[in-house]
């Protein structure tokens, strides 16, 4: 049996490993203003738990100037597609597991 992640088991967190699970194709990234309102987050929430993901080395953060306005995109990382696909087997071994 996998074994949960707890860096990633906390719900909010889990929903931004979703979203950028599925939303983002390989190495591509989110605007911070749109991960917030796919996951219903406020910006400090989402920047907090962001921090605790990308000192774990799950995602990657950067900062960035377009048009002269700041723009935060937010992509997976390879250690993160990782930890997530773990953490759903983990999910799913707990679903698939009878009650005796």
């Known amino acids: 049996m996998s074994e949960a992640n707890e ?5 909010m967190r889990l929903r ?3 979203a950028l ?4 194709a390989k190495n591509a990234a989110i ?5 917030k309102a796919l996951i ?3 910006d400090g929430n989402l920047g907090a738990h962001l921090d605790t993901l990308e000192k ?8 960035r100037f377009e048009a002269r306005k700041p723009q935060t995109r937010i992509r997976i990382s390879a250690a993160g597609r990782r930890a997530f696909a ?3 087997a983990y999910l799913r071994d707990i679903l698939a597991t009878p009650l005796t």
Do not use: P
């Open 21 to 24: 699970n599925a939303v983002a």
């Open 56 to 63: 774990a080395g799950f995602v990657v953060v950067e900062k």
């Open 7 to 11: 860096i990633i088991h906390q719900s």
């Open 40 to 42: 219903g987050a406020t």
């Open 31 to 35: 605007e911070f203003t749109r991960l």
């Open 86 to 88: 773990n953490h759903v």
């Open 16 to 18: 931004i490993m979703a």
